[in-house]
């Protein structure tokens, strides 16, 4: 069978037709080709209503359109079965670490209460292009999904425009060219850090988005995926942007988590300095 719609029989249906309450509808599309991920994560804590790990780049959190067995939601379930720990919050794909999940109802709802609440703390690292001058700052810049073009991104805009946006950074080291800085992200918009480290001038290495570049890269990746010249452009093939640490109030404790996720190895590579943290 192509891929098409058919009747219960067998015959295939016309787009035309109109589906009526009581029909069955039979949908047969091609196989599906997964993208290949990492799928091993490291286990930064866990006890009976808190899992915490470390995610790698490369591993999408939750099922899409592309992703589906190669998803941290997927492996959860198949590591934990049917009442698996589900995730709190989210990282993007190419970024790594610290992911925290709640096991049962109740410790779920209580880690997304403090993450909807901003009672979490969180730190990031990045390897920026360029060096920062400023040791340390504020960038406080309000951001928005754009009008047109692809609707994943985000863009800056004028005060009292757009969402308040607010990053903290400080500067660990700066080395050949690079800077390797400290995050602590205020709110939580989407792309927030990568977006206001592009709008200072220093966006991150390997960034699709928001590098030097535009979206050009990410088009090119799409198309034709990492080739060598794309990779030289980019100057890594994802971006390098790591959840270094993370404390949230347990569920059921007193005492806060504080949670850790060491530098990974491609950011060390590219890094090549003595680490500042």
Same mark, same amino acid.
């Given at each position: 069978?192509?891929?098409?719609?058919?009747?219960?029989?067998?015959?295939?249906?016309?787009?035309?037709?109109?589906?009526?309450?009581?029909?069955?509808?039979?949908?047969?599309?091609?196989?599906?080709?997964?993208? &290949?991920?990492?799928?091993?994560?490291?286990?930064?804590?866990?006890?009976?209503?808190?899992?915490?790990?470390?995610?790698?780049?490369?591993? /999408?959190?939750?099922?899409?359109?592309?992703?589906?067995?190669?998803?941290?939601?997927?492996?959860?379930?198949?590591?934990?079965? &049917?009442?698996? /720990? +589900?995730?709190?919050?989210?990282?993007?794909?190419?970024?790594?670490?610290?992911?925290?999940?709640?096991?049962?109802?109740? !410790?779920?709802?209580?880690?997304?209460?403090?993450?909807?609440?901003?009672?979490?703390?969180?730190?990031?690292?990045?390897?920026?292009?360029? &060096?920062?001058?400023?040791?340390?700052?504020?960038?406080?810049? /309000?951001?928005?999904?754009?009008?047109?073009?692809?609707?994943?991104?985000?863009?800056?805009?004028?005060?009292?425009?757009?969402?308040?946006?607010?990053?903290?950074? +400080?500067?660990?080291?700066?080395?050949?060219?690079?800077?390797?800085?400290?995050?602590?992200? &205020?709110?939580?918009?989407?792309? +927030?850090?990568?977006?206001?480290?592009?709008?200072?001038?220093?966006?991150?290495?390997?960034?699709?988005?928001?590098?030097?570049?535009?979206?050009?890269?990410?088009?090119?990746?799409?198309?034709?995926?990492?080739? /060598?010249?794309?990779?030289?452009?980019?100057?890594?093939?994802? +971006? !390098?942007?790591?959840?270094?640490?993370?404390?949230?109030?347990?569920?059921?404790?007193?005492?806060?988590?504080?949670?850790?996720?060491?530098?990974? !190895?491609?950011?060390?590579?590219?890094?090549?300095?003595?680490?500042?943290?």
């Amino acid at each position: 069978m192509k891929s098409c719609a058919y009747r219960a029989d067998g015959t295939p249906r016309r787009a035309s037709e109109r589906v009526r309450e009581g029909e069955t509808v039979i949908l047969v599309r091609p196989s599906f080709d997964e993208p &290949e991920t990492p799928r091993d994560f490291g286990i930064l804590y866990e006890d009976d209503e808190v899992l915490a790990v470390d995610k790698p780049a490369g591993l /999408p959190m939750h099922p899409t359109a592309t992703y589906h067995r190669n998803t941290l939601t997927y492996i959860l379930g198949e590591r934990y079965g &049917e009442d698996c /720990p +589900q995730i709190a919050h989210r990282l993007d794909r190419e970024t790594s670490g610290v992911v925290v999940c709640g096991k049962g109802i109740e !410790a779920e709802r209580a880690l997304k209460i403090c993450f909807e609440r901003r009672e979490v703390s969180k730190s990031y690292l990045a390897i920026c292009e360029g &060096e920062i001058p400023d040791d340390e700052g504020i960038i406080d810049v /309000p951001m928005s999904s754009v009008e047109e073009g692809l609707h994943v991104l985000m863009r800056t805009r004028e005060p009292g425009e757009g969402l308040p946006s607010r990053t903290h950074y +400080q500067v660990r080291e700066r080395h050949a060219g690079l800077t390797l800085v400290e995050l602590h992200p &205020e709110t939580g918009r989407q792309h +927030q850090l990568r977006v206001h480290l592009a709008w200072l001038g220093f966006p991150i290495v390997g960034d699709k988005l928001y590098g030097p570049e535009k979206e050009k890269p990410f088009l090119d990746w799409v198309e034709h995926g990492m080739t /060598p010249g794309l990779l030289a452009r980019l100057g890594m093939e994802r +971006q !390098a942007l790591h959840a270094w640490r993370l404390s949230i109030r347990h569920p059921s404790r007193e005492a806060p988590l504080e949670l850790e996720a060491p530098l990974p !190895a491609d950011m060390r590579s590219l890094w090549g300095g003595e680490e500042a943290i």
